[in-house]
């Protein structure tokens, strides 16, 4: 199959890796550059049956990786740590090779977001030795949940009932060097992004897919409150009627 660009012209066939990662996503401020990637059906769907599998397609999953490689940490919802059952992030030795050369650890460290603080431990992503996940937790959690986590992962606490996204990623980028994040959703942590003006970039992939059914529809759960950030689009990539879109603040 091959991926064309239907925007911006001239269009054409197109390698995709090559638009996902030529431009600066360093921000001057005290908190990362927040890309969030999703995949969602035509009517909005982002899950079947509760996971992402059946919305994707061969070049989603490039996309997918290639947006690991690039960033400096990846950020995650518990739910979608728990529905999708998340492991450490898997890169090729050439790409650890080329993030070791750009001064990143080899494989971007997953961190999560949770109030509950409730996981299986004994899952790869919280015993893999080589790469230790980083838990954002509210600072209110009690002491013997944050004792527990932080045996299996580094815990960063903000906020008092909930994570404050905004100090927590500020953390992030003063103590551990995150300059790029990724975020992988899921709806909930990507309204709470929204909200607190954390989003960046946005790249979405519509399946060629109605879904339908009794599931909430979006890639942005009900929030309180709306917010409006206006996002231009920066190309429209069409293969096998899937699209591959991205929005860049300043594109
Ligand atoms: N199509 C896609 O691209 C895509 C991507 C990702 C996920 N998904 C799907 O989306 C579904 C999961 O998404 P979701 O919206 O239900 O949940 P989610 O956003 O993945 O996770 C929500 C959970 O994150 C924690 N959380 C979020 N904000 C927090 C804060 N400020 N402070 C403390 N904890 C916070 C809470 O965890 P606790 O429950 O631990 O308190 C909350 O219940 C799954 O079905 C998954 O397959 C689809």
Redesign the pocket.
């Known amino acids: 199959m091959v991926v064309r660009q239907l925007f911006p012209p001239p269009g054409g066939e197109v390698d995709v890796r090559s638009l996902y990662g030529s431009e600066d996503r360093s921000l001057r401020g005290d908190r990362p550059y927040v890309i969030v990637n999703?995949?969602?059906s035509i009517d909005g769907s982002?899950?079947v049956d509760?996971?992402?599998k059946a919305?994707g397609s061969p070049t989603d999953r490039v996309v997918f990786l290639h947006l690991r490689d690039l960033a400096d940490a990846i950020l995650?919802?518990?739910?979608?740590v728990r529905?999708?059952r998340y492991g450490p992030a898997r890169t090729t030795p050439a790409a650890q090779a080329a993030r070791r050369q750009r001064g990143q650890p080899g494989r971007p460290p997953i961190v999560v977001?949770?109030?509950?603080?409730?996981f299986d431990w004994d899952t790869p992503l919280f015993t893999d030795a080589e790469s230790r996940p980083t838990l954002l937790a509210?600072a209110g959690t009690h002491p013997d949940r944050l004792e527990r986590a932080a045996r299996a992962a580094d815990v960063v606490t903000s906020?008092d009932q909930?994570?404050d996204?905004a100090d927590a990623l500020s953390q992030l980028k003063r103590d551990r060097g995150v300059d790029v994040l990724l975020c992988?959703?899921?709806?909930?942590?990507?309204t709470?992004l929204l909200s607190a003006g954390l989003i960046d970039e946005l790249c979405l992939t519509v399946a060629p897919l109605l879904i339908g059914g009794a599931q909430p529809r979006g890639?942005f759960?009900p929030g309180s409150g709306d917010a409006a950030l206006g996002l231009p689009l920066a190309h429209v990539l069409e293969e096998d009627s899937f699209l591959y879109l991205r929005y860049r603040s300043g594109a």
């Open positions: 999703m995949v969602a982002t899950a509760g996971v992402t919305l995650v919802g518990a739910s979608t529905a999708e977001v949770s109030r509950s603080i409730e509210p906020g909930g994570v996204l992988e959703g899921g709806p909930t942590l990507n709470q890639i759960a």
